[in-house]
């Protein structure tokens, strides 16, 4: 079990330890409206980058030569930084990058999902010298990573091959944003964020280890970045985050931007953060046992709920269709079956769940 860096027990089962909770955005408009959800990490690290805090960061691009597969590489430069900006609804080998952080000297930041802030932290408690080299962690929430096979069917869904494609984005162009497809013959389609996150978002297209986390809020993060899901900013075209500062370096650094006019922030309740992920805190901190006792995985921490029996039922359905439909009999039938039909089959579930969110949310108090 990996110990947290700022304490033995999590201060808030569902949002681990914190200092404060804020919404925010870049003032930069341009990054704001460039970037997932208000352009924080990306104003953050330039900020850093210009105050010499840091020389450069581990941070993810997709690759020019295959724009279906990501690359983590250290920018040093606001022109790298800027191309790593925007999430990517994909699997991140980021922490195999960790090697180039020890080919270089100075001070580096490293941006992540939970999955990575976990094992960079890990790897810092056996060398010392990455320990000394990665002063800031910035984390992403995530509910889970779709596997490659999920944005490549969608992308057969839209009628488009996989070797036209020169260009794929996955957010950006404001909020909540959208997919964007850039052809070779130079056809740009674009695709609003809530109609492909219907289909990436299906549990049978989750990739394995997503089943067995239970962080959703990058605890182990010096600060956590997520989309502010909450009715106040339902008509915020531009971009707005929720973010967790957890460390003092991360509230300097916030601070820092802040005074120097980089970035806006208003306090959050910690209330109003559970609110805006419950679905997700609920998949993570209460499914997560059913799902990984079928898995015959081992949770080694105490910071997850009780699960009831309704829980491991979803677990069931979760892991036969994921089983299901991994079969290459079903692949064609994925690319052309309509969201509506798909909605269908899980109405009964979703209804299910509806009403075990009410439930958890009594039981959170939120």
């Known amino acids: 079990m990996l110990k947290s860096p700022f304490g033995e027990k999590a201060q808030n089962i569902l949002i681990g330890n914190y200092l404060n909770c804020y919404t925010g955005y870049s003032t930069d408009n341009k990054i704001r409206y460039n970037s997932s959800s208000g352009g924080l990490v990306t104003q953050l690290l330039l900020f850093a980058l210009e105050s010499n805090l840091i020389d450069g960061a581990l941070v993810t691009r997709m690759r020019y030569?295959?724009?279906?597969?990501?690359?983590?590489?250290?920018?040093?430069?606001?022109?790298?930084?800027?191309?790593?900006?925007?999430?990517?609804?994909?699997?991140?080998?980021?922490?195999?990058?960790?090697?180039?952080?020890?080919?270089?000297?100075?001070?580096?930041?490293?941006?992540?999902?939970?999955?990575?802030?976990?094992?960079?932290?890990?790897?810092?408690?056996?060398?010392?010298?990455?320990?000394?080299?990665?002063?800031?962690?910035?984390?992403?929430?995530?509910?889970?990573?779709?596997?490659?096979?999920?944005?490549?069917?969608?992308?057969?869904?839209?009628?488009?091959?996989?070797?036209?494609?020169?260009?794929?984005?996955?957010?950006?162009?404001?909020?909540?944003?959208?997919?964007?497809?850039?052809?070779?013959?130079?056809?740009?389609?674009?695709?609003?964020?809530?109609?492909?996150?219907?289909?990436?978002?299906?549990?049978?297209?989750?990739?394995?280890?997503?089943?067995?986390?239970?962080?959703?809020?990058?605890?182990?993060?010096?600060?956590?970045?997520?989309?502010?899901?909450?009715?106040?900013?339902?008509?915020?075209?531009?971009?707005?985050?929720?973010?967790?500062?957890?460390?003092?370096?991360?509230?300097?650094?916030?601070?820092?931007?802040?005074?120097?006019?980089?970035?806006?922030?208003?306090?959050?309740?910690?209330?109003?953060?559970?609110?805006?992920q419950l679905d997700m805190l609920y998949s993570k901190k209460k499914g997560v046992i059913p799902r990984s006792k079928f898995l015959k995985y081992r949770i080694t921490c105490d910071n997850v709920l009780r699960p009831d029996v309704i829980d491991y039922l979803f677990a069931i359905f979760l892991l036969l269709n994921r089983y299901i439909f991994s079969k290459p009999l079903f692949e064609d039938f994925l690319k052309a079956v309509p969201i509506e039909v798909l909605h269908a089959y899980y109405f009964v579930p979703n209804r299910l769940r509806s009403k075990m969110l009410n439930s958890f949310m009594k039981r959170a108090k939120v």
Do not use: Q
């Not at 013959?185 to 978002?201: E, R």
């Not at 997503?210 to 339902?234: K, M, Q, R, T």
């Open 65 to 276: 030569d295959d724009p279906f597969r990501p690359e983590t590489f250290i920018a040093t430069t606001k022109n790298e930084i800027l191309e790593a900006s925007k999430s990517k609804y994909c699997p991140v080998p980021c922490n195999l990058a960790l090697s180039k952080i020890l080919e270089k000297d100075g001070r580096f930041a490293v941006v992540g999902l939970p999955c990575h802030i976990i094992g960079v932290r890990k790897a810092e408690l056996v060398n010392e010298k990455l320990r000394e080299r990665i002063v800031l962690h910035l984390g992403l929430f995530c509910s889970h990573t779709p596997t490659y096979r999920a944005t490549k069917l969608f992308v057969e869904r839209m009628n488009i091959r996989k070797g036209t494609i020169v260009k794929l984005e996955y957010r950006g162009e404001g909020w909540p944003g959208c997919l964007k497809v850039v052809s070779r013959d130079g056809k740009t389609v674009s695709v609003p964020v809530h109609v492909y996150w219907d289909f990436l978002g299906l549990d049978f297209l989750v990739s394995k280890g997503c089943l067995v986390c239970h962080d959703s809020l990058n605890e182990l993060a010096d600060i956590s970045f997520g989309d502010a899901w909450l009715p106040e900013y339902s008509r915020d075209k531009i971009g707005t985050s929720i973010l967790i500062a957890r460390s003092n370096v991360g509230m300097r650094l916030l601070e820092n931007a802040r005074i120097a006019n980089k970035i806006e922030l208003n306090v959050l309740p910690s209330k109003r953060v559970v609110w805006s």
